[in-house]
């Protein structure tokens, strides 16, 4: 059997980044039965116990873990990029405008034109996109196009949300640059956490300070930012290579992939049934490891998540359209009352549509540059 590679490399991170944006889609799909459409009596086929017992609903909603992760990997990347010299705030910043805004042309004017629907047996996410008037719709695609506002998808406020902790990130990695503590800087870690957690959401209840829950900036960097903590943890699991510590330990078990496996399993039971969202900043860490291990033995998973993690910001933001949003797709999405099967539709169909969007803009930009050669050429002959 293969030992661990003791390195975290971005072959890693991509596949994890597959395995939380599945979290993800999983999270929305079954975490909340407020949203299901109507006519859909929720996840009974071939898992009654499942769902009967609450483990279900219980996992979809914890779920929600896949935020930490990303932000943990967010962070880790930031700090690998500055350590190489090819960081940039500003290229990074535009790079997810950029991103965000290549999902926004193609799904917006969709939405607006085939799935305006409002009435009987038509639930309220997906009646979003009736306007009263042109006034209103300009409004609306503006205030969503600069990210000012996430009404076209609820599900897009992580995107303006992470770009706040990628800036603060940036600001952490240049004030402490000269420390060279790992237990100095996972306490730094831990009181923002804590800040960002119990503090700050509680300033505009202070006498005096209520107008704080109105300014935008303390709303995006201080209220919008409570689970942010893991970013800061990537930063400091980068700068000393813990996490490379962490798969040692790991991987050196007998069974490393299984003991891996087993790993992910229990920090995700802990996460749901014991301690939840307030020691994300210590459960990430030790999930990213597990995985890595695992994926380090079981080779056809890496390459199957590598290929998923690929595509896990498009699929990001694509998949709520499917189950919230485009009524006709929805009734597609939530076509069986098995969840596994339902959830392997929405990944199938998100994972596809961000693959055709991918092949669609790296031709355009190939017949824009071939054209623009064209004119050049007769301009000069």
């Avoid at 549509?353 to 004119?375: H, P, Q």
């Amino acid at each position: 059997m293969n030992k661990t590679n003791l390195s975290f490399t971005r072959e890693d991170t991509r596949a994890i980044k597959g395995v939380a944006v599945v979290m993800m889609l999983l999270h929305h799909l079954a975490g909340f039965t407020d949203r299901f459409p109507v006519g859909f009596e929720g996840f009974t086929a071939n898992n009654d116990w499942f769902v009967k017992e609450g483990f279900l609903l219980n996992l979809a909603h914890n779920l929600r873990f896949c935020v930490g992760i990303f932000y943990f990997l967010g962070g880790y990347g930031i700090y690998k990029r500055m350590e190489k010299g090819s960081f940039s705030l500003t290229d990074s910043v535009l790079g997810m405008f950029k991103k965000y805004w290549k999902i926004f042309i193609i799904f917006v004017p969709v939405a607006f034109i085939f799935f305006s629907r409002s009435g009987d047996g038509v639930s309220m996410l997906a009646s979003r996109y009736n306007f009263v008037n042109v006034r209103e719709l300009i409004t609306t695609i503006v205030s969503n196009f600069t990210m000012l506002s996430d009404t076209i998808n609820s599900e897009w406020w992580f995107m303006k949300t992470y770009i706040c902790v990628f800036i603060m990130g940036t600001a952490y990695c240049r004030i402490t640059k000269k420390l060279n503590s790992f237990s100095s800087e996972l306490l730094i870690a831990i009181i923002l956490d804590m800040l960002f957690r119990s503090v700050l959401p509680n300033l505009p209840l202070v006498p005096g300070m209520s107008g704080l829950s109105e300014n935008v900036f303390f709303k995006r960097f201080c209220i919008e930012t409570a689970t942010a903590s893991p970013f800061f943890a990537g930063i400091v699991f980068a700068k000393y290579d813990v996490l490379v510590r962490l798969k040692k330990i790991i991987g050196e078990r007998k069974l490393g992939a299984l003991f891996g496996l087993f790993a992910a399993a229990v920090i995700v039971w802990c996460r749901c049934f014991i301690v939840g969202a307030e020691l994300d900043l210590i459960y990430v860490p030790i999930m990213a490891a597990a995985l890595s291990v695992f994926f380090d033995f079981a080779k056809p998973f890496r390459f199957v998540f590598n290929i998923i993690g690929g595509q896990s910001t498009n699929m990001w933001l694509i998949h709520s359209f499917y189950c919230y949003y485009f009524l006709e797709i929805t009734k597609i999405v939530y076509i069986t009352s098995n969840v596994w099967i339902d959830l392997l539709i929405l990944v199938s169909m998100s994972l596809l549509t961000s693959v055709l969007i991918e092949l669609f803009y790296k031709y355009l930009f190939k017949g824009t540059a071939y054209i623009r050669n064209k004119c050049n050429k007769l301009k000069t002959a």
